[in-house]
Protein backbone atom coordinates (compact mmCIF):
# COMPACT_ATOMS: atom_id res chain seq x y z
CA UNK A 1 0.00 0.00 0.00
CA UNK A 2 1.53 3.80 -0.87
CA UNK A 3 -0.27 6.20 0.33
CA UNK A 4 0.28 10.58 -0.76
CA UNK A 5 -1.02 12.69 1.75
CA UNK A 6 -1.79 16.10 0.09
CA UNK A 7 -3.50 19.39 1.18
CA UNK A 8 -1.06 21.48 3.58
CA UNK A 9 0.05 25.07 3.72
CA UNK A 10 0.22 28.14 5.36
CA UNK A 11 -2.81 29.08 6.88
CA UNK A 12 -3.76 31.97 9.87
CA UNK A 13 -4.77 30.90 13.17
CA UNK A 14 -8.76 30.40 12.93
CA UNK A 15 -8.77 29.15 9.59
CA UNK A 16 -9.32 25.50 7.99
CA UNK A 17 -7.61 23.02 5.65
CA UNK A 18 -8.87 19.80 4.20
CA UNK A 19 -5.86 17.04 4.12
CA UNK A 20 -6.39 14.26 1.48
CA UNK A 21 -4.63 10.55 1.57
CA UNK A 22 -5.21 8.65 -1.29
CA UNK A 23 -4.16 4.82 -0.64
CA UNK A 24 -2.76 3.15 -4.04
CA UNK A 25 -4.58 0.20 -3.56
CA UNK A 26 -8.13 -0.90 -2.10
CA UNK A 27 -8.22 -0.11 2.28
CA UNK A 28 -11.65 -0.43 2.82
CA UNK A 29 -11.87 -4.17 4.18
CA UNK A 30 -9.40 -4.56 6.66
CA UNK A 31 -7.51 -0.98 7.05
CA UNK A 32 -7.56 1.48 9.81
CA UNK A 33 -6.35 4.52 8.74
CA UNK A 34 -4.60 7.16 10.88
CA UNK A 35 -3.58 10.71 11.08
CA UNK A 36 -0.39 11.46 13.49
CA UNK A 37 1.96 14.62 13.11
CA UNK A 38 5.20 15.56 14.10
CA UNK A 39 6.26 19.29 15.15
CA UNK A 40 10.42 20.34 14.63
CA UNK A 41 11.74 18.88 18.01
CA UNK A 42 9.07 16.87 19.37
CA UNK A 43 8.20 13.57 18.76
CA UNK A 44 5.01 12.14 16.16
CA UNK A 45 1.91 12.16 17.86
CA UNK A 46 -1.55 10.46 17.36
CA UNK A 47 -4.09 13.12 15.82
CA UNK A 48 -7.09 11.19 14.46
CA UNK A 49 -7.91 7.54 13.39
CA UNK A 50 -11.01 5.95 11.35
CA UNK A 51 -11.79 2.46 11.48
CA UNK A 52 -12.36 0.88 7.74
CA UNK A 53 -16.05 1.31 7.85
CA UNK A 54 -15.62 4.49 8.58
CA UNK A 55 -18.11 3.82 11.55
CA UNK A 56 -15.82 4.65 13.87
CA UNK A 57 -13.13 7.44 15.29
CA UNK A 58 -11.43 8.74 17.86
CA UNK A 59 -9.34 11.77 18.27
CA UNK A 60 -6.66 13.06 20.53
CA UNK A 61 -7.59 15.40 22.71
CA UNK A 62 -6.07 18.39 21.66
CA UNK A 63 -7.63 18.16 18.43
CA UNK A 64 -11.07 16.75 19.15
CA UNK A 65 -14.08 19.19 18.33
CA UNK A 66 -12.02 20.81 16.01
CA UNK A 67 -11.15 18.35 13.55
CA UNK A 68 -12.90 15.29 11.61
CA UNK A 69 -11.15 12.74 10.08
CA UNK A 70 -13.65 10.82 7.15
CA UNK A 71 -12.95 8.66 4.45
CA UNK A 72 -14.21 7.33 1.15
CA UNK A 73 -13.34 3.50 0.77
CA UNK A 74 -14.46 3.76 -2.94
CA UNK A 75 -12.32 6.07 -3.49
CA UNK A 76 -9.50 5.04 -1.31
CA UNK A 77 -9.49 8.06 0.30
CA UNK A 78 -9.16 9.55 4.21
CA UNK A 79 -9.18 12.69 4.76
CA UNK A 80 -8.77 15.03 7.86
CA UNK A 81 -10.56 18.18 8.05
CA UNK A 82 -9.22 21.07 10.37
CA UNK A 83 -10.62 24.16 11.74
CA UNK A 84 -10.29 26.70 13.82
CA UNK A 85 -6.31 26.02 13.67
CA UNK A 86 -4.01 27.18 15.85
CA UNK A 87 -0.36 27.97 15.61
CA UNK A 88 0.14 25.00 18.02
CA UNK A 89 -1.08 22.82 15.07
CA UNK A 90 1.94 23.63 13.03
CA UNK A 91 3.68 19.98 12.19
CA UNK A 92 3.97 17.42 9.47
CA UNK A 93 0.66 15.31 9.15
CA UNK A 94 1.55 12.00 8.18
CA UNK A 95 -0.67 9.23 7.05
CA UNK A 96 -1.21 5.89 7.59
CA UNK A 97 -2.40 1.98 7.51
CA UNK A 98 -2.59 -0.39 9.82
CA UNK A 99 -3.84 -4.20 8.64
CA UNK A 100 -6.92 -5.09 11.10
CA UNK A 101 -10.42 -6.19 11.24
CA UNK A 102 -11.24 -4.48 14.32
CA UNK A 103 -13.20 -1.38 14.13
CA UNK A 104 -12.37 -0.22 17.67
CA UNK A 105 -10.60 2.61 16.04
CA UNK A 106 -9.51 4.13 19.95
CA UNK A 107 -6.97 1.16 20.20
CA UNK A 108 -4.49 2.36 17.73
CA UNK A 109 -3.58 5.51 18.53
CA UNK A 110 0.12 4.42 18.85
CA UNK A 111 2.28 4.82 15.68
CA UNK A 112 3.15 0.90 16.65
CA UNK A 113 1.77 -1.42 14.34
CA UNK A 114 0.99 0.89 11.41
CA UNK A 115 2.07 -0.73 8.49
CA UNK A 116 2.32 1.90 5.95
CA UNK A 117 3.05 5.65 5.97
CA UNK A 118 2.51 8.43 3.60
CA UNK A 119 5.46 11.26 2.92
CA UNK A 120 3.65 13.92 4.91
CA UNK A 121 2.45 17.38 4.35
CA UNK A 122 3.84 20.79 6.16
CA UNK A 123 0.47 22.49 7.49
CA UNK A 124 1.70 25.60 9.11
CA UNK A 125 -0.67 27.89 10.84
CA UNK A 126 0.68 31.73 11.54
CA UNK A 127 -0.45 33.60 14.63
Known amino acids: VQLQASGGGLVQAGGSLRLSCAAS????????MGWFRQAPGKEREFVAVISWSGGNTYYADSVKGRFSISRDNAENTVYLQMSSLKPEDTAVYSCAARPTYSSAAYLYTSPVGYAYWGQGTQVTVSS
Open 25 to 32: TRTSSRYI
